[in-house]
Nanobody, 123 residues
Framework: QVQMVESGGGLVQAGGSLRLSCAAA????????MGWFRQAPGKERDFVAAISWPGGVTYYADSVKGRFTISRDNAKNMVYLQMNSLKPEDTAVYYC????????????????WGQGTQVTVSS
């Protein structure tokens, strides 16, 4: 069973930066577009960013465009999210998962979601 493992979250002041990392225990990311999603308390899980396979094209939600950068290291089977100029509204649990490139919805055939990593941005 595939299990996603996200890390790198924490508490940061507004304007600060964090770099999130994602690994998959039990499966390769090969041939999958990968994405980051986030869920704030009381809200639905939203799309944040996606990167194509093998990584030449990226796509971002308008709310993070110009501040966040998604990348992947296929040799290490890792996906990253560099987050700069963080805002309090970026506070959420962040998840990575395989993504349907046409819709930016999570795929339904990639296994279990991980626990996510908490990002808290103070004002």
């Amino acid at each position: 069973q595939v299990q996603m493992v996200e890390s790198g979250g924490g508490l940061v002041q507004a304007g600060g930066s964090l770099r999130l990392s994602c690994a998959a225990a039990g499966r390769t990311f090969s041939r999958y577009a990968m994405g980051w999603f986030r869920q704030a308390p009381g809200k639905e899980r939203d799309f944040v960013a996606a990167i194509s396979w093998p990584g030449g094209v990226t796509y971002y939600a308008d709310s993070v465009k110009g501040r966040f950068t998604i990348s992947r290291d296929n040799a290490k089977n890792m996906v990253y999210l560099q987050m700069n100029s963080l805002k309090p509204e970026d506070t959420a649990v962040y998840y990575c998962y395989a993504v349907n490139w046409r819709t930016t919805y999570p795929r339904t055939d990639f296994g279990s979601w991980g626990q996510g990593t908490q990002v808290t941005v103070s004002s």
